[in-house]
């Protein structure tokens, strides 16, 4: 019997072969001038705003993708508890977000769904949909589209092959040669992050102090005997709440039965009160915690008149979960890690490679970073 439709594979690879042809012969305003003018707008719209709401693309190409592969579906039904419905974050998890990685597109961390959890409600993609995506004229971008595949009979295959297009332009950026300084002092590193720190703006800055204590950790964990048999756990995506992936802080590490062991809370320009230490009674949830870290790029890591309070609530803590908690800044604790390692250069290299792979980072972040470790460089060769 031969079979009627293509498979999600064949939809997804056919239309990445023809973004390709459309970068490489530089055709993709030409393509996206044979659509209707508003078609292309919003087509552009969607990959205009991947940095602040990826989630919107990976579940329009699943929904689109959906369409040639179940052409009676109705696309805006994205859950399969709905009548007639299906489910687009099962069907981007098992198909689109594992083919957009392994095509260096951009992906989510699981599905688009799972990331974009606001826009994930019981009602279908119709024009009046509720829902709040980042992003200057996403929503109506994303609804819009969907609505003439839907009910214009628009042909879905090109727009999935102009959003990949359009996506493979945006990602042929520039590629940071980052230098390697040697010689740098623990001063000097930790004076370098702080820069880092400082002159990053925008979405998503508050992952880089998360990513300099990870990438010290990284040393810790394999050097210290305290943590013999413990193992660092992955980084969870920025976006994660705790509760919700039912880690205990942004970094952490876990003995080898899988509790939790060590953990670390890093904020960005804020002082610790005390309703944060109290808030570790639920987040341990009856673990066992030996240590855990507040930590604060704020020069005043507790606020001020709430440093008896403060006081307080840690020896109340400690005397409930019998884990000793540490309220201090990124810049002491910074210091102090890199005095029990063996190579406290290591952070640089680690640091550096987190800021590449990692994908909350914004691609200025990585500019600055680059011509801080440039300046070190030249500072050291001289």
């Known amino acids: ?31 996206l001038g044979k659509l209707k003018p508003d078609i ?9 705003n991947l940095k602040s ?8 190409i699943t929904s689109l993708a959906t369409k040639i592969v179940i052409p009676g579906q109705d696309i805006r039904k994205h859950q399969d508890r709905m009548p007639g419905g299906y489910s687009n974050r099962g069907t981007d998890q098992k198909y689109v977000t594992p083919f957009l990685k392994a095509h260096g597109l951009t992906a989510c961390a699981a599905s688009g769904a799972e990331s974009g959890r606001n826009f994930e409600r019981p009602f ?18 994303f609804l819009h589209l969907m609505h003439v595949v839907q009910e214009e009979k628009q042909d879905p295959f090109i727009i999935i092959a102009l959003l990949f297009a359009l996506d493979l332009k945006n990602r042929t950026e520039v590629k940071y040669d980052y230098p390697e300084p040697k010689g740098l002092t623990i001063q000097t590193m930790v004076d ?12 998503n800055r508050s992952r880089l102090p998360v990513l300099a204590i990870y ?5 810790l964990v394999n050097e210290l005997t305290r943590f013999k048999g413990k193992a660092l756990q992955p980084l969870e995506l920025h976006t994660t709440a705790d509760l919700r992936s039912k880690k205990i802080g942004d970094v952490q590490v876990n003995r080898s039965d899988g509790t939790a062991f060590e953990g670390v809370e890093i904020k960005a320009d804020l002082s610790f009160e005390e ?38 609530k840690l020896k109340e803590v400690r005397q409930i979960t019998g884990c000793q908690i540490i309220v201090n800044g990124i810049v002491p604790t910074l210091k102090y890690y890199l005095r029990l390692v063996n190579d406290p250069e290591k952070l640089i290299k680690d640091y550096t ?11 200025e972040h990585r500019r600055i970073w680059f011509e801080i470790v440039k300046a070190l460089m030249e500072k050291t060769a001289t």
């Open 40 to 48: 292309a707008r919003w087509t552009q719209t969607i990959v205009r």
């Open 53 to 60: 709401c990826k989630y919107l693309y990976s579940i329009l």
């Open 192 to 203: 370098a992050l702080v820069a880092h720190f400082r002159e990053s703006h925008g979405h």
């Open 124 to 141: 279908p993609y119709t024009l009046d949909f509720q829902g709040y995506p980042k992003g200057e004229g996403n929503k109506e971008a």
């Open 275 to 312: 309703r944060h230490i109290g808030a570790l009674l639920e987040k341990f949830a009856g673990q066992s915690v030996d240590r855990y870290y507040l930590l604060t790029t704020a020069e005043e890591y507790i606020k001020r008149d709430h440093k008896d309070k403060v006081k307080e």
């Open 353 to 363: 490679k987190l800021l590449k792979e990692d994908e909350s980072v914004q691609e």
């Open 1 to 31: 019997m031969t079979r009627e439709n293509p498979t999600y594979e064949e939809v997804l690879e056919k239309a990445f072969k023809k973004a390709k042809e459309l970068v490489d012969n530089d055709e993709i305003e030409s393509e």
């Open 215 to 219: 990438a010290v950790y990284l040393s």
